[in-house]
């Protein structure tokens, strides 16, 4: 028999995050700060510089043993 009742989706929790924003009026590449290999990051689309900003964004935490920015 086939149940049709959609289950719950889970929340996800979200909080604001500081994230670097292309400059370029034409791109719209944004990266999170804790995931930028530098620290003034050029954007990976077009290669124009970036701005520091915030964004409500869904909570993740880089684990990469590379991440050595504090």
Not at 3 to 18: D, G, H, Q, W, Y
Not at 34 to 45: E, I, L, M, R, V
Request: charged share 25%.
């Amino acid at each position: 028999m086939y149940n049709s009742r959609k289950k719950p989706l889970e929340e996800i929790p979200e909080e604001i995050t500081a994230i670097w924003s292309c400059t370029n009026e034409t791109c719209n590449g944004w990266m999170r700060d804790n995931f930028a290999f530098s620290s003034q990051p050029t954007c990976p689309q077009c290669q124009s510089e970036m701005v520091k900003g915030e964004k409500k964004l869904a909570v993740l935490v880089n684990t990469s043993p590379n991440h050595a920015k504090q």
